[in-house]
């Protein structure tokens, strides 16, 4: 995509609300750019020492060029800025934004921005679920592939990009993963732009799930016709979105492709590609795949399509596929103990995810679920969990939640045929917190086991996010005596 020049930032004056990973890169960037900012987030001065101090160590200039506001968010701040920049964790009923909004002030983010200044080619993936795994395995297969002198992976994983933009060249490339947060309030896409699939997810954030999808279609709607989109053509949710596509389009899924499309599918057990005008190449086995679960095999099949759409040979993918065990946090095998395998899987954040991960094993399972809940359903993740689960441990604030289900999926299921009914006898057990599930499941525990911590909510009631959570159950497991 051709890129406008680069903004000049100088004595502009901009408002970044929150002093989180985004936050803070943006405005390093923006101070580096002789922009002056004013830091907010409603959290006190205490709990952002640490920011802070990464500020003052970073910053040539600081505080001179910085104002930070903490504690609150008050209105008088918008009559010192011209542009209001709104981190994703953010939301934008937040008074001080919806005030800007009616003042008339431009808002952006580090994401928008980033896809002003980058001077690269930008691949964009999201969807609500698998975009950090697909994320990832785009950039090892981009990497591997020796076509670029360096491939960037950030966003909203790892690192905000915005904060290595200036280091980046014209023969990089950059890929990205886009929360709905990001995207509600962008009005850039990148080149190759990817929707894996749209299921119930922050409802409690976006309300309804026409809001929510429309958040995800801003990833297309700003292409040019020279641009590329990846759908996964499997889900009803992201193939609604076809006709948002403005230049080439490739799909992924597991069943054949059809005839007059481009993308990939498996096909006898191997993952295959089809290119215009080309005939269908074999790109790798399944059994190639180390990845547990269908829902791996569909991301690596996204990763594909992707891949190709940048412009990656089939050949080249299978190098960086082929030794990927999994992001931190995903399915991720903590130890051996008591007989029994036990899995972090605390980016795991709505109930769908949960689902994933219980089809992705066939031994007997002891279930960790709960922290907050983003108003999600929980009905086809409790019927799932009376017919697989041996059993389930509930902590956090969702627990209410989680044992009203499972109570009305124990009624629906003893009036169904004996064939769906629940296999075995199901125990349940309810603890304040994570530390107690760790306690309950080490209780439990017998030779053949799988632990499975999946929580289906967030973190948010207990851990500062995902990433200490499932820190903090790696670090309770590797102590169990």
């Known amino acids: 995509m051709e890129r406008d020049s680069v903004r000049d930032w100088s004595g502009r004056k901009v408002l970044v609300i929150g002093a989180a990973r985004q936050g803070l890169a943006l405005t390093s960037y923006l101070v580096r750019h002789a922009a002056q900012v004013i830091l907010n987030d409603q959290r006190p001065e205490q709990q952002l020492a640490v920011a802070r101090a990464e500020l003052e160590s970073g910053i040539v200039g600081f505080p001179g060029s ?3 506001v903490f504690g609150a968010h008050p209105l008088d701040l918008l009559e010192q800025v011209d542009l209001v920049c709104v981190s994703g964790g953010v939301p934008l009923s937040l008074p001080l934004v919806s005030e800007a909004r009616r003042l008339g002030l431009p808002l952006s983010n580090d994401s928008q921005i980033l896809l002003e200044a980058v001077p690269c080619r930008v691949v964009g993936i999201t969807g609500s679920a698998g975009k950090t795994t697909t994320t990832t395995l785009v950039g090892r297969i981009a990497d591997q592939s020796g076509r670029w002198n360096k491939v960037w992976v950030g966003g909203n994983i790892g690192l905000p990009l915005i904060e290595f933009v200036d280091d980046m060249s014209s023969t990089d490339l950059a890929v990205i993963e886009l929360s709905s947060f990001q995207l509600e309030l962008m009005s850039r896409s990148p080149d190759v732009a990817a929707i894996l699939n749209i299921t119930p997810n922050h409802l409690d954030r976006h309300g309804t799930m026409a809001a929510y999808t429309a958040a995800k279609a801003r990833i297309l709607d700003f292409q040019p016709e020279t641009t590329a989109a990846v759908l996964g053509r499997d889900d009803p949710g992201a193939w609604s979105l076809l006709d948002r596509v403005h230049g080439r389009m490739l799909s992924f899924g597991l069943a054949e492709l059809p ?126 969990v009376h017919r697989r689960v041996d059993h389930l441990i509930v902590f956090g604030e969702a627990a209410d939640l989680i044992l009203a289900a499972m109570q009305a999926a124990a009624v629906d299921l003893q009036n169904q045929p004996q064939s769906v009914q629940q296999s075995q006898k199901l125990t349940i057990t309810r603890c304040d917190n994570l530390a107690g599930a760790v306690q309950a499941a080490a209780g439990l525990v017998q030779p053949g086991d799988v632990v499975l911590l999946s929580p289906g909510g967030t973190s948010f009631d207990e851990f500062r996010d995902f990433e200490e959570r499932g820190e903090c159950f790696a670090k309770m497991v590797k102590e169990l005596p």
């Open 66 to 68: 910085i104002r930070c």
């Open 259 to 384: 005839e007059s499309q481009e993308g990939t599918f498996l096909r006898d057990d191997v993952l295959c590609l089809r290119l215009a005008g080309q005939p269908d190449q074999e790109i790798m086995s399944r059994n190639q795949v180390r990845l547990r679960g269908e829902h791996n095999l569909l991301n690596v099949l996204a990763a594909s399509a992707i891949a190709s759409a940048s412009g990656i040979p089939a050949s080249a993918i299978p190098a960086g596929v082929q030794e990927f065990n999994g992001v931190a946090h995903r399915l991720e095998f903590v130890r051996l103990w008591g007989g029994a395998e036990w899995y972090n899987d605390s980016i795991a954040t709505a109930p769908e995810r949960v689902i994933a991960a219980i089809h992705s094993f066939d031994e007997p399972l002891i279930l960790l679920v709960g922290g907050r809940d983003k108003k999600l359903p929980w009905d086809e993740f409790a019927r799932l």
